[in-house]
């Protein structure tokens, strides 16, 4: 399901060098956090968020019925 998710943010993002994918695992649920730069923020998400709303919708999608369910998280990458 990663590569499915990183395949679409590559997709709209121009500085792929600086994408950070952060999986967090639970009992229930497998959480992905995507860290864009500041620039691609605003490419990523589409406007009223609505690429960000299809990954989702595909994500779910993609998952199958007996597995974790997956959630996807756009969020700006700290400076460092």
Avoid: C, W
């Avoid at 497998?30 to 919708?57: F, P």
Wanted: no cysteine; proline share 2%; charged share 35%.
């Amino acid at each position: 399901m990663l590569d499915l998710i990183k395949y679409v943010v590559e997709q709209f993002a121009e500085d792929k060098a600086n994408i950070r994918y952060e999986v967090e695992e639970t009992e229930e649920a497998i959480t992905v956090t995507v860290l864009l730069s500041d620039s691609d923020m605003g490419k990523v998400i589409g406007k009223q968020g609505k690429i960000a709303k299809a990954l989702r919708t595909l994500v779910r999608a993609a998952t199958p019925k007996d597995s974790k369910k997956y959630s996807v998280e756009i969020k700006e990458r700290p400076a460092e």
